[in-house]
Antibody
């Protein structure tokens, strides 16, 4: 059974870079897209961007200037970096798997990581 | 960006009664490949979203058959035929026809 385990720093200062990693257990990176989402507590979901196993990416234009998503197939991991964070980036971040042949079918999710930006 | 609008935002339902959530997109979700990439998610408090339905009406394995999806173009519906206590949560529609992927605001289903 495929599982996603995500981890990273939960407390950042303004202007620092957020860094999160998602490890895929029990499955392969190929044949899927791998996405990051975020959700302010009590609010709706925002898609941040995606990557495939070859490193091809798509980003949300609203965050594109600050976001980098990368993949390390040798470790079955993909990562999110968000630069120059502010209080507005305080939210829960999720990683998720998407079935390539069924876009929008985000069938497996990480447990979520709460990231707080505060001076 | 495609704007997704859900109604209602809150749906108090009696156990055993049906519930229906509408999702409307600001433009057609028919992709150039002919598919319509509209998904539905359920989110319980403190949990990540759970995929229920993809490509309008395809129910994920393990999702009870009381959940069904329908619609076309810009108008879509999620129906729960008989609400059970475990169905309490927030439901989101999401489009994956265009980048960026966008979600509806969410509909809170609660028991009366």
């Amino acid at each position: 059974q495929v599982q996603l385990q995500q981890w990273g720093a939960g407390l950042l200062k303004p202007s620092e870079t957020l860094s999160l990693t998602c490890t895929v257990y029990g499955g392969s990176l190929s044949g899927f897209y791998w996405s990051w989402f975020r959700q302010p507590p009590g609010k709706g979901l925002e898609w941040i961007g995606e990557i495939n196993h070859r490193g091809g990416t798509n980003y949300n234009p609203s965050l594109k200037s600050r976001v980098t998503i990368s993949v390390d197939t040798s470790k079955s991991q993909f990562s999110l970096k968000l630069s120059s964070v502010t209080a507005a980036d305080t939210t829960v971040y999720y990683c998720a798997r998407e079935i390539i042949v069924a876009r929008g079918a985000f069938d497996i999710w990480g447990q979520g990581t709460m990231v707080t930006v505060s001076s | 960006d495609i704007v997704m609008t859900q109604t209602p935002l809150s749906s108090p339902v009696t156990l055993g009664q049906p519930a229906s959530i509408s999702c409307r997109s600001s433009q057609s979700l028919v992709h150039s490949d002919g598919n319509t990439y509209l998904s539905w998610f359920q989110q319980r408090p403190g949990q990540p979203p759970r995929l229920l339905i993809y490509k309008i009406y395809n129910r994920v394995s393990g999702v009870p058959d009381r959940f069904s999806g329908s619609g076309a173009g810009t108008d879509f519906t999620l129906k729960i035929s008989r609400v059970e206590a475990e169905d309490v949560g927030v439901y989101y529609c999401m489009q994956a026809t265009q980048f960026p992927r966008t979600f509806g605001q969410g509909t809170k289903v609660e028991i009366k």
